[in-house]
């Protein structure tokens, strides 16, 4: 029915003269990728999945509101990282994956509005508990700056 075909890359003139195929440099290739992937494994960076990369800063207090009918206060807590796309929250108390989440801080001039995070991941860290949330939707800017 259909007719085999086969394909055939020609290596550059450079390639040949230094005595390498295509074969061989698809294997050099190969293997310098499983470096890479194994130096990323070990230093971490392949676990990353978010969109944009977190950065520390100086903890901003925040009020933190569950988004329920009617809306209940869970207290205050720390932004203790950032990013464009969500924040790393310190809380006192476990809150669950998936939980909708409003903040704004506590210092805030000019009352900016609420930003409403998701809860993606929830990890005991002494005392408290560690939120990493994703923005549901980008805060305005305002709330943004103050966030840190």
Known sequence: MFAEQSFAIDAPQWLTSAGLTAGSLAAILIVMMGV??????????????????????????????????????????????????????????????GTLLDIRPIDAVDNPPWARLEVMSASKEGDSWRLGCLFAKLPAWKTLRQLG
């Open 36 to 97: 890479a992937w194994i130096c990323g494994l070990q230093q971490g960076r392949l676990r990353e999945r978010r969109a944009a990369g977190r950065r520390p800063g100086n903890p901003v207090r925040v009020t933190v509101m569950r988004v329920t009918e009617p809306a209940t206060e869970l207290g205050e807590g720390l932004v203790v990282d950032r990013s464009l796309s969500g924040v790393g929250l310190l809380v006192g108390h476990d809150v669950a994956v």
